[in-house]
C-alpha cells in the first residue's frame, strides 16, 4: 500500500510541458510607494473614500521617474501612479557612482541639498529623497532635506533637482567651449 502511494506522488512531481506557454517577462523597473494618502467625502448615502499614492520607479541604472495616481481604490491608485511614473522618466547624468555637481532645489516648502561623495560613501539620505536617489542608481551621495517634510513635496524637490543636473560636456557646449 506504502509502494502504490509512493508511486502516485512520484509520477504527480513530473510537470507536462505546455506547448503555448508564454515567456516570463523580467522587468527592468522597480517602484516604490512612497505615500498614499485619502479623504474622505461625506454624501447623503454615507462616506465615499479616495486615495492618492506617490510611486516612484527607477532601473538603478540611471533612469527615475516618479507618479501620482488617484482612485477610489488604494490599488488602483498605485497602478495609476506607476503608469504615469513609467511615463515620465529622466535619465540622470552621473559621475561614477555619484552625481556630477551639487545642486539646491525647492519645490512648495521642502528645499533639498544634494552633494556628490566619495567612493563608499552610500547614500546618505531620508525619507522620500533616499527612495528617488536609490531608484535612479546613484550609491555615493549626501543629501539633507529642509523646510516642509511633506513626502510628496520633498520627492518633487528632489526629482527637480535631479533634473537640474549637467554633465561637464553640457555645460561646456553651451559657453562654446570644446572639452579639455
Same mark, same amino acid.
Given at each position: 500500500?506504502?509502494?502504490?502511494?509512493?508511486?502516485?506522488?512520484?509520477?504527480?512531481?513530473?510537470?507536462?510541458?505546455?506547448?503555448?506557454?508564454?515567456?516570463?517577462?523580467?522587468?527592468?523597473?522597480?517602484?516604490?510607494?512612497?505615500?498614499?494618502?485619502?479623504?474622505?467625502?461625506?454624501?447623503?448615502?454615507?462616506?465615499?473614500?479616495?486615495?492618492?499614492?506617490?510611486?516612484?520607479?527607477?532601473?538603478?541604472?540611471?533612469?527615475?521617474?516618479?507618479?501620482?495616481? +488617484? @482612485?477610489?481604490? !488604494? #490599488?488602483?491608485?498605485?497602478?495609476?501612479?506607476? =503608469? &504615469?511614473?513609467?511615463?515620465?522618466?529622466?535619465?540622470?547624468?552621473?559621475?561614477?557612482?555619484?552625481?556630477?555637481?551639487?545642486?539646491?532645489?525647492?519645490?512648495?516648502?521642502?528645499?533639498?541639498?544634494?552633494?556628490?561623495?566619495?567612493?563608499?560613501?552610500?547614500?546618505?539620505?531620508?525619507?522620500?529623497?533616499?527612495?528617488?536617489?536609490?531608484?535612479?542608481?546613484?550609491?555615493?551621495?549626501?543629501?539633507?532635506?529642509?523646510?516642509?517634510?511633506?513626502?510628496?513635496?520633498?520627492? +518633487? @524637490?528632489?526629482? !527637480? #533637482?535631479?533634473?537640474?543636473?549637467?554633465?561637464? =560636456? &553640457?555645460?561646456?557646449?553651451?559657453?562654446?567651449?570644446?572639452?579639455?
Amino acid at each position: 500500500m506504502a509502494e502504490q502511494h509512493k508511486k502516485k506522488i512520484e509520477n504527480t512531481e513530473e510537470t507536462p510541458v505546455v506547448a503555448n506557454a508564454k515567456p516570463e517577462v523580467v522587468d527592468e523597473f522597480e517602484d516604490r510607494l512612497v505615500s498614499v494618502k485619502f479623504c474622505t467625502k461625506v454624501v447623503k448615502g454615507g462616506k465615499n473614500r479616495s486615495y492618492g499614492a506617490l510611486v516612484v520607479v527607477g532601473d538603478k541604472n540611471g533612469r527615475v521617474g516618479i507618479g501620482y495616481g +488617484k @482612485a477610489n481604490e !488604494n #490599488a488602483d491608485a498605485i497602478r495609476k501612479g506607476t =503608469e &504615469q511614473a513609467r511615463k515620465h522618466l529622466y535619465k540622470v547624468p552621473m559621475h561614477g557612482s555619484t552625481i556630477t555637481h551639487r545642486v539646491e532645489k525647492s519645490f512648495g516648502g521642502a528645499r533639498v541639498m544634494i552633494r556628490p561623495a566619495s567612493e563608499g560613501t552610500g547614500v546618505i539620505a531620508g525619507g522620500g529623497m533616499r527612495h528617488v536617489l536609490e531608484l535612479a542608481g546613484i550609491k555615493d551621495v549626501l543629501a539633507k532635506s529642509m523646510g516642509a517634510k511633506n513626502p510628496e513635496n520633498v520627492v +518633487k @524637490a528632489t526629482f !527637480n #533637482a535631479l533634473k537640474s543636473l549637467r554633465t561637464r =560636456e &553640457q555645460i561646456l557646449a553651451k559657453r562654446d567651449r570644446t572639452v579639455l
